[in-house]
């Protein structure tokens, strides 16, 4: 395997070596490249040897740098190869549940070892190959996140639809046995991993000294036709269900010093819970599964206050739009700025998301139809707040490819994308 040379950075050591774009990396000090990862592990060394091919012939070339310099080469991609796709196809996947006619990129099934590391982002271990397997040992790559669903093999099969995902939870036990630490996600389904199976799964986790494990419920969307028959959690299962997770995060607190299973804020909307105080999520590691982000945002929103030292008393009206079901916690975060700036209007606007069919009720899936079908006519103020999680990584489109310059245009009101920060969140609605 090889790695084609896109660029070479201009001042670089690797142009100062005579490097050039369209020649191909081979080896650094005998290892082969190729991809991000074993770019990325070779090149911290201060004495190099690189192996390169211009096509023909293959040279070696010395560099001597810093430790943790960067050598100088480009890639085409980020990568510096496809990202690997999901296999699977698992009865609960939400991009089977898209409705047709979305940019190609949202029906992409990412399954890539390499960005569990580098994003966060989960994989199934049905996708990783022994020499993946082997390089994460060897070069210790940590933390890796595994989406587990359930311990027990024939269940994960059936849940998956794949026939080797029950024997790939041995690949668990080998990271586990090499030190490496490992964040797991549960997407629980009612009546299938849930109850005695959740029971199973936590503690065959807990017993391989898993760091986290978030577990979330299952989401829904109109789009079901021909999948398999699900059905979304009510109060009285999300509130059996939830006891459970904590019962057992309870008994892990008491006996490893932290609690390692957490709910997603979903199950305690559901439940019609009170969100757990800030300490209860010890470091908040599992924010991006939508676990404690409703304690963290109403604390962060807090400080922010306190902090703040503010001369002029604003005067003006803003909207924040949110999902329906984060919808009570906001509008009580809205009060706590209210008591402060009193003369502000706030207009707290939950908005249905009618593009999935309803049942789904989280910030990050409200589309930029939707926001315009439910807000045009109001009055809005001088800007309308949402948070980042609704627009892709770029945060110029919604879901279903409406963009801000079409809300904006069409609500005729600034749009202001807030991430999940206190400060940012509350300069957003004081600011002139």
Excluded at 106 to 125: A, E
Excluded at 248 to 276: N, Q, W
Aim: include cysteine; hydrophobic fraction near 40%; aromatic fraction near 8%.
């Amino acid at each position: 395997m090889a790695v084609k040379i896109y660029n070479v950075t201009k001042g670089s050591h690797a142009e100062k070596a005579g490097i050039k774009s369209g020649e191909t990396l081979l080896k650094i000090n005998s290892n082969e490249i190729v991809d991000v990862l074993d770019y990325r592990f070779y090149q911290v060394n201060r004495n190099l040897l690189l192996e390169i091919s211009d096509g023909e012939n293959t040279r070696t070339i010395e560099i001597t740098k810093g430790e943790y310099d960067e050598i100088g080469l480009e890639f085409e991609t980020y990568l510096m190869d496809e990202q690997h796709s999901c296999r699977n196809k698992c009865i609960f996947c939400f991009i089977d549940q898209l409705p047709k006619g979305l940019r190609k990129s949202l029906y992409f099934k990412d399954d890539d070892s390499r960005l569990s590391f580098l994003f966060g982002n989960y994989i199934t271990l049905t996708n990783i190959t022994e020499h993946e397997i082997e390089r994460i040992i060897k070069m210790h790559i940590s933390p890796i996140n595994v989406s587990v669903h359930t311990t027990n093999p024939e269940l994960r099969c059936k849940m998956m639809n794949n026939r080797f995902a029950g024997d790939a939870l041995k690949n668990l036990k080998r990271f586990a046995n090499a030190g490496i630490t490992l964040n797991c996600q549960i997407v629980a389904c009612p009546g299938i991993n849930d109850g005695d199976e959740l029971l199973r799964t936590m503690r065959d986790l807990e017993n391989l000294g898993v760091e986290m494990t978030a577990i979330v419920p299952v989401g829904l969307t109109a789009y079901r036709d021909g999948l398999y028959p699900l059905v979304p959690y009510n109060k009285e299962t999300a509130a059996q269900t939830l006891d459970l997770i904590e019962s057992y995060g309870d008994m892990c607190k008491e006996k490893h010093g932290r609690r390692i299973f957490f709910a997603g804020d979903e199950f305690y909307i559901l439940a019609e819970r009170e969100i757990p105080a800030p300490e209860f999520y010890e470091d908040f590691a599992a924010l991006e599964d939508g676990v404690g982000m409703i304690a963290y945002l109403t604390d962060d929103v807090k400080w922010a206050l306190e902090e703040l030292e503010y001369d002029e008393k604003p005067s003006h009206t803003v909207t924040v739009a949110c999902g329906t079901g984060v919808y009570p916690f906001m509008k009580k975060i809205m009060t706590m700025i209210n008591e402060k700036f009193p003369n502000i209007t706030i207009n707290t606007q939950p908005i249905k998301n009618n593009f999935f069919g309803g049942g789904v009720n989280v910030s990050g899936l409200v589309t930029g139809g939707d926001l315009i079908a439910q807000l045009k006519g109001k009055n809005i103020g001088e800007r309308l707040i949402i948070p980042s999680s609704m627009l892709r990584f770029e945060n110029d489109l919604f879901l279903d490819d409406v963009s801000t310059d079409d809300v904006e245009r069409e609500l005729k009101v600034e749009l202001v994308p807030v991430n999940n920060n206190g400060a940012d969140l509350v300069n957003a609605i004081i600011s002139k």
